[in-house]
Every structure is written in C-alpha cells, then in structure tokens.
C-alpha cells in the first residue's frame, strides 16, 4: 500500500467535441427561448421553462457546494481524490445564482412567474381582485422581502461555494493542514445556514407558485431532490473524464460509494415524496389536495413517471452491489435520474404557472438542452483550470487506496 | 500423527499478518481462517473467501416482512372487518404502505440477527467459540489446520519469519468450550 504513480498534476483539457457539442447545446437552448419569446401565447411557457432549468442549473452546482462541505465534515478520506468535480460545480454557482436571479426577476417584472401573489388588488380589501389568503401572507410574500431573501440565500451559497474551492486551491500551493482546517469550519457554518436556508429557498421558488397551498415537506422534498440529482451529475462526470482516459485513481470502490448515495437518496426522495403525498391523501383536505388534484388529473402521466424513473428505476438498477461498481449501469441510472428528476420540477412546476396549458416540445427539450450545455461549458471550464486532485489534501492517500 | 490440531500464528501488527499470509500462500499451505480484531481492507480477496450472500438473505427477509404486512392488513381491514375511513375504499393502498415498509425493516433486521446468531453459535448459556481470545483484543492471528498440513516446524518457521509473536499449537479447536 502507498505506493502509486498517477500523476497528481495531470489537467483536464477542456477542447474538442465536448466543446463543441456543449456550445451547440448552448446555441439550441437560445434558439428555443427564442422562439418562445417570439410568439406571446409562449411567453408564460417558456418562462416557465427558464425557471425550471435555471432552478435546476442552481440546484445542482450548489449541492455540489454541499457535498464538498458533507465530506470536510465528516472528514470523509474516500472522496478526497474526487473533490476537484464537485468544486468545479461550486464554482459555476454564481453564474448559476446570476441567471436564476435574472429570470425571476424578470418573471416578477412582467407577471409571468409568481402572478399567483403578485398582482394589482390581490391585497387591496377594495378590489374586485381581493384575495384573503394572499393578503395573509403578504407580509411574508411580497416582491422586496422575496427578492431579498432570494439575493440574501444565493449569495450566502455563492460565498461559501466559492470560498471551499479557493481553500482547496491554496491547499495546493501551500500545503500544510491550514487550509482543512478552515474548510471544516466554513463547512460547519454553511451547512447549518444550508439546512436552515434552502426549504425558504424551495417554498419561495417553486412553491410560492401555487401561494394558496403549502407543504412542510416540501422544503425536504426539493432538498431531496436537487442533492440526489447533483450525486447523478457528479457521477456522469466522473465517469465520462474515466471514459476520455482522465482521473485514472477513481476504481470502482468509489463508483460503489457514489452509486450507494444515488440510491440512497433516491429512496430518501421517495419516502419524503411519499411522506408529503400521504398525509394530504389521508387527511383529504380540499385546500391541500388541490395540489394533487391538478397533478393527477391534468399531468397524470408525469406523475407516475416521476415515481417509476427516480424511485424504481434506482431501486431496481442500483439494489445490486456489482451495479454500482459498473460505470456503464451507473452512468445509465445517473442519466435516468437526471430526466427523471426534470420530470419532478416539471410537474411541480408546471400546474403552478400553465396549468392545463402544458406542453412537452422544442421549447422544453431546447431550454434543457441549452442549460446542459451550459452546465457543462461552465463546470468543465472550471474544472480544465486546476489540476485533477487536490494534491495536499490531508486524507488523499485514504482516498487512492480506497477499497470497498 | 500428533494429537494437534490447528497452529495458532499471533501477530501483533496487521500488516505483518497480511504478509505471513503471502508467505504460507506462497509455500501452499492452506488457512483455515484468520481473526483479527478490526475488519481489514482487501483480506477477503487475499483469502479467497466466498461473497457473502447475507444480502440474498436480507432480500428474502425483507420481502416475506413485505407480504406479512401486506396479508395482515388486507385480511383484516378489506376481507374480514372493513372500516369506513374518512371515506376511503377499503382497499387504499397508500395507506398499506407504511405499515409494509416498516415490517420490510423489522423483519430484515430480525432475520439478520437471527442468521447472525445461528451463523457464530452465540445463544444463551453457549461460550462463545473462540480460537485464542487475544484475536479479539489486540492480535491479529492465522490458523492453520494442523492436520492438513504435516511439516508443523516448516510452519512454526514461516509464521515466526513473517514477524509472529507468538506460535500456538492447539489440541482442540477452540479453546474456550468451557
């Protein structure tokens, strides 16, 4: 043990036709918002379409935020060799806040997105448009408070996000303990504030769409998801850069550990799915069944793919120790739950915003595949900057010999 | 033909283990087992020892937990006594579903320990079987089975080579019966 020669300064090198692919993935994301700008009847549609993957695009960059602090906590050795991709999707978190920002801006600022509580007269007892409910919550839900906690949360995962990815970069030029030390005390701070955080970020995001129904479990239910959906992308990536020859020290013990999170999570997402469908379908009160009311008539669907691609799927593929350690079943099921987990925001989103107006064409398949090429544009610039491994990190030969 | 029955190598270092392990390996004489105090990485392999099918198991476990669930519940609430609640069917499957995931758990975890028990022969008023009661301290410990392999002092000399403390001879199996 303790003997290896990789070469702990190899860089990605981020050229050819995975830059090519992903700037024309980039090209048909613009061409498909687009056209959805150009016709008015789309413009809802396609904002909802914006926010969607502009969510899911944040989501994702900061639960690898996330992981990275799960695994300095935890002190964790066997992801050391692997830290260098969830740091370049730390690091796009702010592109990502700045896009995020901009469409709910500017969905706030034409009435497309969150028309449910923003609205001339919705709080004016006067009105013909008077909404009782909605001026009860005005004090919570109103632009500037919403817009602030918006700026506010983003900027706290932005700030920790990038600080844990300049730690590691330090601890590259300087060595030493200092820098791990550091990253677990930033890491203990931002994931209390993250736990705390990010149910408002959700209710405020997404749920606040439909503003006269409110879950508890929602705030878990799209934790649930954005992190389990972030351990997919990790895993594609990580595979991929095997496949093109790069980050040869990542054997299949740590393809096993990545697939045990996938599935662990995915049944995490289940039970709290479950958990929040349950109680309202037991207590059957019509101010909370709305919510699946509208699911299970208008997106009926949607709503058993969703169940069948993130939990049998998994389940299924991913029960079987010898899966996780396959990269190609595991790339397979990363790749079924990240459709899958579009699938979830779409029909949370959705109901909310177009209502039986729905559609599945070149708007929704364009806008993801425009923010997936951005993702990858972004992630994998980031990446081609530093090296592979985060070369002094204090637990890196735990990591280079990891066995399961 | 001597009356011993395993040769006991008792290592203080792991790594030491690992390599008398090579060195009788090396000169085909087959373990009967190796005791360490704490789980060691890659031994398995080195031991050729068999997957474990404990999940096939735990699987089994958990499916017959599933259907117990499922029966009682259907017996009871749809076939044998239905209930009006809150204006459900019957037969309303989202409500099953708790129940049957959890009795999934309990009967997993009450069939791994069940199997864990038969599988070690730990049951009340039974000594534990133990080879030498320092493995489950702080020796890490090879046995060899001494009537499969005849040349004892070619084995007493590989186990002391490859950093033994200690070399045991052992006329029972397990030494603590009593």
């Known amino acids: 043990m303790g003997t290896h020669n990789y070469n702990l300064t190899e860089q990605f090198e981020f050229a050819g036709k995975a830059k090519t692919l992903s700037i024309v993935g980039i090209v048909i994301g613009i061409a498909a918002i687009a056209y959805g700008f150009s016709d008015h009847e789309l413009h809802e549609r396609t904002f909802a379409n914006l926010l969607l993957m502009g969510y899911y695009f944040a989501c994702v960059c900061m639960s690898g935020a996330f992981f990275l602090a799960v695994q300095f906590v935890a002190q964790a050795g066997w992801s050391a060799s692997i830290l260098r991709v969830p740091q370049a999707m730390a690091k796009t978190l702010p592109i990502a806040v700045v896009i995020l920002l901009a469409i709910i801006g500017a969905g706030l600022y034409t009435h497309n997105l969150y028309h449910h509580w923003n609205a001339p007269g919705l709080t004016d007892p006067n009105s013909s448009n008077y909404d009782k409910l909605i001026d009860g919550k005005s004090a919570f839900l109103n632009v500037p408070f919403f817009m602030t906690r918006q700026v506010v949360f983003l900027a706290i995962y932005s700030f920790f996000a990038t600080l844990l990815a300049k730690l590691s970069n330090n601890e590259d030029l300087e060595g030493g303990l200092n820098s791990y030390r550091k990253s677990f005390k930033y890491s203990c701070i931002f994931l209390v504030i993250y736990g705390f955080t990010t149910p408002i970020f959700a209710f405020d995001t997404v749920m606040s769409l439909e503003a006269h129904w409110f879950s508890t479990m929602f705030g878990w239910y799209n934790f649930a998801a954005m992190w389990v959906s972030s351990l997919a992308t990790m895993a594609i990536i990580i595979i991929l850069l095997r496949k093109a020859g790069y980050m040869p020290w990542v054997n299949n013990s740590h393809l096993h550990n990545l697939g045990q999170f996938i599935f662990g999570f995915s049944i995490f997402w289940t039970y709290v799915w479950f958990a929040q469908f349950m109680l309202i379908y037991y207590a059957n009160m019509p101010e909370e069944t709305v919510y699946f009311y509208k699911r299970f008539e208008y997106y009926k669907i949607w709503f058993f793919l969703n169940l069948f691609l993130n939990f049998l799927s998994p389940v299924l593929l991913l029960m079987d120790r010898d899966n996780k350690r396959q990269e190609n079943v595991l790339l397979f099921v990363s790749i079924v739950v990240l459709c899958g987990h579009w699938i979830d925001y779409y029909q949370m989103i959705m109901p909310g ?42 637990l890196l030969e735990e990591s280079l010999n990891h066995h399961l | 033909m001597s009356n011993i029955k395993y040769i006991l190598g008792s290592f203080g270092d792991p790594d030491e283990m690992m390599h008398g392990i090579e060195q009788l390996q090396a000169n085909n004489i087959s373990i009967h087992d ?87 022969h730990l049951f009340p008023g039974r000594a534990p079987r133990v080879m030498d009661l320092r493995a489950t301290d702080d020796r890490f410990v090879i046995a060899v089975d001494a009537q499969q392999n005849a040349d004892h002092t070619k084995i007493d000399g590989l186990l002391k080579d490859a950093g033994a403390l200690e070399v045991k001879h052992n006329e029972r199996k397990y030494i603590s019966y009593e």
Request: overall charge positive; some cysteine.
């Open chain 2, 34 to 120: 190796v005791y360490t105090p704490m789980p060691i990485h890659g031994i398995e392999a080195k031991l050729g020892v068999k997957r474990s099918r404990l999940d096939i198991f735990a699987f089994f476990c958990g499916i017959t937990g599933t259907m117990s669930a499922f029966a009682l519940i259907y017996l009871t609430s749809v076939v044998d006594w239905r209930n009006n609640i809150g204006g459900k069917p019957s037969f309303a499957l989202p409500d099953f579903i708790p129940i049957m995931f959890e009795l999934t758990i309990l009967f997993t975890a009450f069939g791994l320990v069940g199997s864990y028990y038969a599988s070690t």
């Open chain 1, 353 to 394: 915003t177009v209502e039986q107006h729905n559609g599945f064409g070149f708007i929704e398949i364009g806008t993801a595949v425009g923010f997936v090429g951005l993702f990858t544009f972004t992630v994998l610039t980031a990446l081609s900057k530093k090296p592979l491994i985060a070369k002094n990190h204090p």
